[in-house]
């Protein structure tokens, strides 16, 4: 593999990090850099080096026609003291399945890999280590060649920045409202909805500020061909637990498929639930409810682990659940998780890497 170019930069402040962080708002020294030109054979020099402005044409294809993927996880200290990471190979095995999709060149998975571990070692005081905190970590691929012809780009960026984060509910896991949504799409099947692009979320932007308005923190989605069948939160897979059985949308092209939802449902699984994977029609969830068998329902996902979900409101319906206290399995899971991830619990699974 070949060698990174490192060019180390002194640490911009030593001052603490502010109490409450606000999410992606803070970035750390360093970033890490490879270039793609089509004539140069492939993905070159990969390299570390001061986090500072790109310079980009504004032609870039990016600017245009939204050439564009990412992923999120993060860099944990753990109690030990280790800097640990979240089956980081999850993440790039997903981003090379976003560039396929977007016809950008697939990385180097050992690189990728080695790129993210290098870069969080250089940046590793940036890791807060108080609970609930980490760093979290945003690799991403655009396309930078200066042309308006529509075809792929001929040179790209893979790009990786940290950015130091708080716990995703500062007062407490707290349970979130949250709007079905019949009135916009997120993804329709065989097209980007499995991707991590970003075009997906600049669709999804305009029914997220009509919930807000409402006063519900995000959208439920419901498949774009019949508006019957749930399909994810935000940038959350959903379950909901009934009195038998955990279930979670089937991944039928137009969901994302989370690596948070992939642990969830082993974890399900090695406790004994009944776990399925299938499609759930939001009429199932209403009739659930009314007949008292809808136990509670969770989002997972990187961000906020586990979100507990306090209501749920479909046109005139609203479903309440508990504003204060998060459902029995979401708050298992999301100690289970948390506890794997900052080193309370046995790694059992090996899904911890070690950044070192
Ligand atoms: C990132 C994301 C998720 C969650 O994926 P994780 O790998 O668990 O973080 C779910 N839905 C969407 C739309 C996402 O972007």
């Known amino acids: 593999m070949e060698d990174f170019l490192i060019e180390k930069v002194e640490r911009k402040s030593k001052v603490e990090l502010p109490e ?175 991707c991590k692009a970003a075009g997906n979320y600049a669709a999804g932007l305009i029914a997220q500020v009509e919930a807000k308005k409402e006063g519900y923190s995000q959208v439920l989605w419901l498949d774009a061909v019949e508006q019957k069948y749930i399909e994810e939160v935000g940038a959350m897979n959903i379950f909901v637990r009934f009195k038998d059985e955990v279930a979670t949308p089937a991944l039928t092209g137009s969901i994302l498929p989370g690596i948070t939802r992939m642990s969830v449902i082993q974890l399900l699984k090695d406790w004994g639930y009944n776990v399925s994977e299938r499609p759930i029609s939001i009429q199932e969830v209403i009739e659930a409810y009314e007949k008292g068998e809808l136990i509670e329902i969770f989002g997972t996902g990187t961000a906020a682990v586990i979100s507990a979900i306090s209501k749920l409101k479909y046109n005139e319906k609203v479903l309440h659940f508990s504003d204060t206290t998060p459902g029995e399995l979401a708050l298992k899971l999301y100690d289970e998780l948390t506890g794997i991830q900052y080193g309370k619990i046995e790694d059992r699974y090996g899904w911890i890497t070690y950044v070192e």
């Open 20 to 194: 409450n962080i606000v999410f992606g708002k803070i970035f750390t020294d360093h970033i890490f850099e490879m270039e793609y030109e089509a004539s140069k054979d492939g993905w070159q020099k990969p390299t570390i080096k001061k986090f500072e402005n790109l310079s980009i044409s504004p032609a870039a294809m990016v600017f245009h026609y939204g050439q564009a993927i990412f992923e999120g996880l993060k860099a944990y200290k753990q109690v030990n003291g280790r800097i640990a990471l979240f089956r980081p190979e999850e993440n790039v095995k997903r981003l090379n399945r976003s560039a396929k999709r977007l016809c950008i060149p697939e990385v180097d998975s050992q690189l990728a890999l080695k790129a993210i571990i290098e870069l969080v070692k250089i940046d590793k005081e940036w890791i807060p280590s108080k609970p609930g905190y980490s760093l979290y970590i945003r690799p991403f691929i655009i396309a930078t060649e200066p042309c308006f012809g529509v075809r792929p780009s001929e040179s790209y960026k893979f790009i990786i920045i940290l950015s130091p984060v708080g716990p995703y509910y500062p007062e407490g896991f707290l349970p979130v409202p949250i709007m079905v949504t019949d009135k916009y799409v997120r993804a329709i099947r065989k097209g980007t909805g499995d």
